[in-house]
């Protein structure tokens, strides 16, 4: 059974990236034809979409955030990692990966437990 | 591209129905059958009850049905159990440009 896991520090300042990473066990990124999301929550708020990766790594972002990540894909570690750079309050979110089991979709069928990232000085 | 349009809430007694609408448009939820709900429970990870419009995942009850008309998707449970109680998300494909839209979420109260 597939699990991910969301690592990364959980606070960040201010106009600063925020790099998370995450760690996939029970499926090979590298095998599969999936493709692995980040998604995140504000406190009380709903689901935002931020972007996908393939193992290859291609990569396709929320037209609200492209100017500001990036996403990458380690297959020898297999793992994937998440940018978002120039940071306000606004991203003070619980940060998920997720697994897209139908391509590109955004069929969610695993999802790490979150992370959550406060920004703040 | 806007979220998809959700009730805030909605409520029903054990045993009793309800149907969560979840509102798009022609570019998304009215365009393809690629129309998800998911279930969270307060401080979870959210989990996958129905892809594609309306098929249930392995392990999911058959309580929870998905439909779709125009662009308004729905998800039906019935006979609720104070299980069911969470807030759910309908989720959509979009292709203009590829990305996924999320709606705001219903926080089903089982009275």
């Known amino acids: 059974q597939v699990q991910l896991q969301e690592s990364g520090p959980g606070l960040v300042k201010p106009s600063q990236t925020l790099s998370l990473t995450c760690s996939v066990s029970?499926?090979?990124?590298?095998?599969?034809?999936?493709?692995w999301n980040w998604i995140r929550q504000p406190a009380g708020k709903g689901l935002e979409w931020i972007g996908r990766?393939?193992?290859?790594?291609?990569?396709n972002y929320n037209a609200s955030l492209e100017s500001r990540v990036t996403m990458s894909v380690d297959t020898s570690k297999n793992q994937f990692s998440l940018k978002l750079s120039s940071v306000t309050a606004a991203d003070t979110a619980m940060y998920y990966c997720?697994?897209?089991?139908?391509?590109?979709?955004?069929?969610?069928?695993?999802w790490g437990q979150g992370t959550l990232v406060t920004v703040s000085s | 591209q806007s979220a998809l349009t959700q009730p805030a809430s909605v409520s029903g007694s054990p045993g009793q129905s309800i149907t969560i609408s979840c509102t798009g448009s022609?570019?998304?939820?009215?365009?393809?059958?690629?129309v998800f709900w998911y279930q969270q429970h307060p401080g979870k990870a959210p989990k996958l009850m129905i892809y594609?419009?309306?098929n249930r995942p392995s392990g999911v009850p058959d309580r929870f049905s998905g439909s779709k008309s125009g662009n308004t998707a729905s998800l039906t449970i019935s006979g609720l159990q104070a299980e069911d109680e969470a807030e759910y998300y309908c989720?959509?494909?979009?292709?203009?440009?590829?990305?996924?839209?999320f709606g705001g979420g219903t926080k089903l109260t089982v009275l």
């Open positions: 989720s959509s494909y979009t292709s203009t440009p590829s990305l996924v839209l």
């Open positions: 990766i393939y193992p290859t790594g291609g990569t």
């Open positions: 997720a697994r897209d089991i139908s391509g590109w979709y955004g069929r969610f069928d695993a």
């Open positions: 029970g499926d090979s990124i590298s095998d599969g034809s999936y493709y």
């Open positions: 594609d419009v309306n």
């Open positions: 022609s570019s998304d939820v009215g365009a393809y059958k690629f």
